[in-house]
């Protein structure tokens, strides 16, 4: 079983609804349980605590920003427009590739070595997001600015384009609170699970340039700085 809470294993309530779940899977007869969690954030932590004690197996990939948040998920329409704005100033991120999350995923559901295991996931290096897009600029050839704000305008502009205040809570959250520059270390999880190298963001972006072709309606906001939100694998 893999799990993915949606939209955050840091929202109140979801580690208790994950450990529940975890319980019915053990009971039921379940082999071997995935739950993706999030780098920095102390409730996701919790409840892979939780889970533990319910499902003593599990296996725990533990993930920095998603890198097809701006291919995928609430960036892509940022990216775009030709402007990514948002309120981080200078904090470098491991982006990690979505397919390297998916790897270690299907590792762990496949074979028994990787249970018990907690594995944190980031790309090879750190950037800022002004580097990531410049990256997603280059492979995309479309111009695109990175543009920092105070995280007042950031809430100020989600909800005069109608996102629910929950949701403009939790982008906060994470977008002030977790990328804080806490995750900004690399980690070796991928190596770990994998025995091989993370990809970097620049073979990410060259790999899915054909997302930047063209307009798209908005979607829906709402993504994952450390791990669960928004875009899941």
């Not at 979505?98 to 790309?123: F, K, M, Q």
Request: hydrophobic share 50%; aromatic share 6%; net charge negative.
């Amino acid at each position: 079983m893999y799990v993915a809470y949606a939209p955050d294993l840091a929202v109140p309530g979801a580690p208790e609804t994950v450990t529940r779940l975890a319980a019915l899977a053990r009971d039921a007869g379940v082999r071997r349980l995935v739950l993706l969690s999030g780098r920095g954030e102390t409730e996701a932590q919790r409840a892979e605590a939780m889970v533990g004690d319910a499902f003593p197996g599990r296996t725990v990939v533990r993930c920095a920003f998603f890198a097809q948040n701006f291919s995928e998920s609430f960036l892509r329409d940022a990216v775009l427009d030709g402007a990514v704005v948002l309120p981080v100033d200078g904090v470098a991120e491991p982006f990690v590739d979505l397919e390297d999350v998916a790897d270690v995923a299907v590792a762990a559901l496949t074979d028994d070595a990787h249970a018990g295991r907690v594995y944190e996931l980031t790309g090879p290096r750190a950037l800022t997001f002004a580097e990531a897009v410049a990256e997603i600029a280059a492979a995309s050839g479309r111009e695109v600015a990175y543009v920092p704000v105070t995280a007042d305008a950031f809430a100020a502009g989600l909800r005069a384009e109608g996102v629910p205040d929950d949701a403009v809570e939790l982008l906060e959250y994470l977008f002030t609170e977790v990328l804080d520059g806490r995750g900004t270390p690399v980690a070796d999880g991928v190596r770990a699970a994998l025995g091989r190298e993370p990809r970097d963001l620049r073979e990410v972006a060259e790999r899915e340039a054909a997302a930047w072709a063209a307009p798209v309606a908005a979607s829906v906001p709402g993504a994952r700085a450390g791990g669960t939100a928004g875009a899941q694998p």
